[in-house]
């Protein structure tokens, strides 16, 4: 090589592998590889070591350093300079932004400190750059608490009120079992390093069976697709457990042993004949059928329930429905047998919440909950009696709510108020971003310190920062570190720097062989509820719980059968599951992944498209009385008949009208969990 520095540059000496974490709203949290080179990452990938990553990556994460790296990262405070929701912006310092923040803030807080509320979800599942410092901040002011339920709280109560807590199989075991139900989860989507133990079954002679409204790419791999109407999945469950009442199915001394309220549930599954199941369901007689006979008689059966079942109405009853099947038949008794939803139950005794997030801060004080799903109609209320003072000012971190909260034309309004004061921690100028007073500009996972847990498997991880900050950039904990200090928060609690949260976050673990390793695994029963042992009271799984009552099918809000008046204008269920390039609303703006998304659509069955005149690739109007969304259309295989799909969750500043697919999706919640209800919405879809 003639340039000698060039040479230097990439001698092996300057390569530096920094150990990671992926940050992202996914079960898989990876462990991360990290080389950098002159102060500078210059790749991402997967630790071969760490069991559930084995050395992969999805598409998206591999791409981190493009997305750290953006031309269009925020990189200094910035103030509005035009009207609300604008996205007009002068850069500022941090002292003249945290100062005026500090001020607007403590006079509201004089006033009344509800009015101030944080909005955040899981933009980073990391424990110090989610709810740490951030946490005691809020919790110290009195404000608002935040309800946190976009995703998950219909079916992680629903499961929690069956098994006792958010447990279930262990990932590895899937590679062991001979029958595998995914039941309402695209997993080569949005669950990539479960699908992996999925293949190494299905190498073995495992039968795999997708149970999902879209023929996803993951419906296409596995054996069989049984492609119910949206929102179900209860009924479905009835009826499994009704055949296996009828063919002496069940393993009685399992449940004599281990299940309470099986009694009540024998006389409601026993009103659910496969033949009222295939109706409510849109499948065939002999799909339900075949189904239970296969469950019932396939050993070991494993059930990888997802997210994507609880987003409508019934979805809680739904999932405590299918988590009492594996305790009828006994499945858990076998490696490769029972369910999983979510892991992060098993953490409780690794993780230390109150340690850092410090509730005994609100001192006696009991401030309202407010909903994050509901954000579009709370954000336009006034006061009252009943709702506490208006919404005055709105924190935002590790979330984009103006694109990924339902009911948008609302939320939109709601954050265009003028006399509403929003700061945004971001990345990125988002949807959200752009309506806020102030943006101040966050690190990336490549830039700070975090711990992290994951709901897919039982590893605790560590991430490094593997570069200094980029531009003016700070993690949250140091922004709400700066912000505490301003408004004279004197605690110790405040000063406490990522490492002192770090131990604090996993008190009972060897921080410095996680910190070496990179990741530990939890010391956990190998076959959790063989012999019961759930986390309940009494350790028996719970078919009636108190105040909940048995599980019973709950039919959506919105479907042919049980709103026909509505169905008469709006025919079509709408579901908006993930995009696979995408993460939630992270990565619509990395251009390379975004031009493998092409461009916003919804996805039609060829005789729902025929009957409207709608052809390949044209563009049309997906709409209902709260609002309508132009997209593209895509007609083929991937939507059943009767139900649309639209692909989320784009930005809406990048779709063809500045709207997303959230335009049309209610504030309604779920029976459990208080959970939103997306894929509970009847549209109509016509030519633009
Ligand atoms: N690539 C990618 N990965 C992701 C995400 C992403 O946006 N992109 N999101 C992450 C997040 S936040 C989460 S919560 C997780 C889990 O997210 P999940 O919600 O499990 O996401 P999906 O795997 O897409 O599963 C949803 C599936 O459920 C189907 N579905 C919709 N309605 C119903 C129904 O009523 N019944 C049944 N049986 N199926 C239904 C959809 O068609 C879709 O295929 O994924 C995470 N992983
Ligand atoms: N129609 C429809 N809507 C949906 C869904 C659906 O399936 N259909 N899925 C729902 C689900 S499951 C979920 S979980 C929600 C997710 O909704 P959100 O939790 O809002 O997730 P994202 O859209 O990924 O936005 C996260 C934001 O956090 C920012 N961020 C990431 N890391 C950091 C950090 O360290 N500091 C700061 N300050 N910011 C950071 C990112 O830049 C990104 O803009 O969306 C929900 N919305
Ligand atoms: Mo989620």
Redesign the pocket.
Same mark, same amino acid.
């Given at each position: 090589m003639s340039n000698t520095t060039a040479t230097a540059a990439v001698t092996a000496a300057d390569l530096q592998i920094i150990r990671g974490a992926c940050p992202h709203?996914? &079960?898989d949290t990876c462990a991360l590889k990290i080389t950098v080179q002159a102060g500078r990452v210059i790749k991402v990938a997967g630790d071969p070591d760490h069991p559930p990553t084995h050395g992969a990556l999805?598409t998206?994460v591999s791409r981190y350093p493009e997305r750290t790296y953006h031309a269009e990262r925020v990189l200094t405070p910035l103030k509005r300079s035009g009207p609300k929701g604008s996205g007009q912006f002068v850069a500022v310092s941090w002292e003249a932004a945290l100062t005026d923040i500090a001020a607007r803030l403590g006079a509201i807080a004089a006033r009344d400190p509800e009015a101030i509320l944080p909005y955040s979800y $899981?933009g980073t599942m990391g424990l110090l750059q989610g709810e740490s410092i951030a946490a005691r901040f809020f919790h110290k002011l009195g404000a608002s608490l935040l309800d946190r339920t976009i995703?998950?709280s219909a079916g992680g109560e629903a499961l929690a009120a069956t098994y006792g807590g958010k447990l279930g199989m262990h990932l590895e075991h899937y590679a062991d079992s001979r029958l595998i139900l995914i039941?309402?989860?695209?997993?080569i $989507?949005? !669950?990539l390093h479960f699908w992996t133990f999925a293949q190494q079954a299905k190498r073995a002679g495992a039968k795999l069976v997708c149970?999902? &409204? =879209?023929r *996803?790419e993951t419906a296409e791999k596995c054996h069989q697709h049984l492609a119910?109407l949206?929102? *179900?999945?209860g009924a479905l469950a009835l009826g499994l457990m009704h055949e296996l009442i009828q063919h002496g199915w069940l393993d009685e001394d399992y449940i004599a042993r281990h299940v309470d309220g099986f009694e009540a549930l024998r006389d409601k599954a026993l009103a659910w004949p496969p033949e009222r199941v295939a109706v409510v369901c849109g499948l065939s007689v002999d799909e339900v059928r075949g189904l239970a006979r296969d469950y019932a008689q396939t050993r070991p059966a494993a059930i990888r329930l997802?997210?994507?079942?609880q =987003?409508?109405r019934g979805g809680g009853n739904a999932v405590r429905l299918i988590a009492l099947l594996p305790c009828l038949t006994g499945a858990w008794r076998q490696r490769g047998g029972g369910l999983l939803l979510s892991a992060s139950g098993w953490f409780k005794g690794a993780r230390d919440d109150a340690a850092l997030q410090r509730p005994d801060l609100l001192a006696g004080r009991r401030p309202r909950t407010l909903n994050m799903a509901t954000v579009g109609d709370d954000l336009l209320r006034s006061a009252s009696a009943e709702f506490g003072p208006r919404v005055e000012a709105l924190i935002v971190y590790n979330s984009n709510p103006v694109a990924i909260a339902p009911d948008s034309a609302k939320v939109v309004a709601g954050f265009q108020r003028e006399d509403l004061f929003t700061v945004v921690l971001e990345h990125f100028l988002t949807d959200t971003a752009d309506h806020a007073d102030y943006v101040l500009p966050a690190t990336t996972q490549l830039e700070h310190l975090d711990v992290h847990t994951s709901y897919g498997h039982t590893y605790v991880l560590i991430n490094h920062p593997a570069v200094a900050p980029l531009g003016q950039a700070k993690p949250n904990t140091q922004i709400f570190r700066e912000l505490a200090a301003r408004m004279g928060f004197a605690e110790p609690c405040f000063t406490d720097s990522d490492e002192q949260l770090a131990r604090q976050a996993v008190p009972r673990l060897d921080f410095e062989q996680l910190s070496q390793q990179g990741w530990v695994k939890l010391d956990l029963p190998e076959l959790p509820f063989a012999d019961g042992g759930f986390a309940t009271p009494n350790g028996r799984a719970q078919a009636e719980v108190p105040g909940l009552g048995v599980p019973d099918f709950v039919p959506p809000y919105e479907s042919t059968q049980s709103a026909p008046a509505l169905a008469q204008r709006y025919p079509l269920a709408m579901?908006s599951? &993930?995009? =696979?390039?995408?993460? !939630?609303s992270s990565f619509v703006n990395v251009k390379s992944l975004r031009s493998i998304e092409g461009e916003p659509l919804v996805e039609l069955h060829p005789d729902d498209a025929q009957v409207r005149g709608i052809s390949d690739g044209v563009m049309v109007r997906v709409y209902n009385d709260r609002g309508s969304y132009l997209c593209k259309a895509t007609v083929g295989a991937r939507a059943r008949l009767g139900v649309v !799909?639209g692909l989320g969750v784009w930005w809406r500043k990048l779709g063809a009208a500045g709207t997303n697919v959230n335009e049309l999706t209610s504030q309604r919640l779920t029976d459990i969990g208080r959970g939103p209800t997306f894929?509970d919405c009847l549209v109509e879809v016509a030519r633009a």
């Open positions: 709203d996914c &079960p999805c998206k $899981a995703c998950s039941w309402g989860s695209n997993s $989507a949005s !669950n149970i999902d &409204p =879209r *996803t119910l949206p929102g *179900t999945d997802n997210y994507g079942v =987003r409508v579901i599951p &993930p995009a =696979r390039h995408f993460l !939630n !799909n894929y």
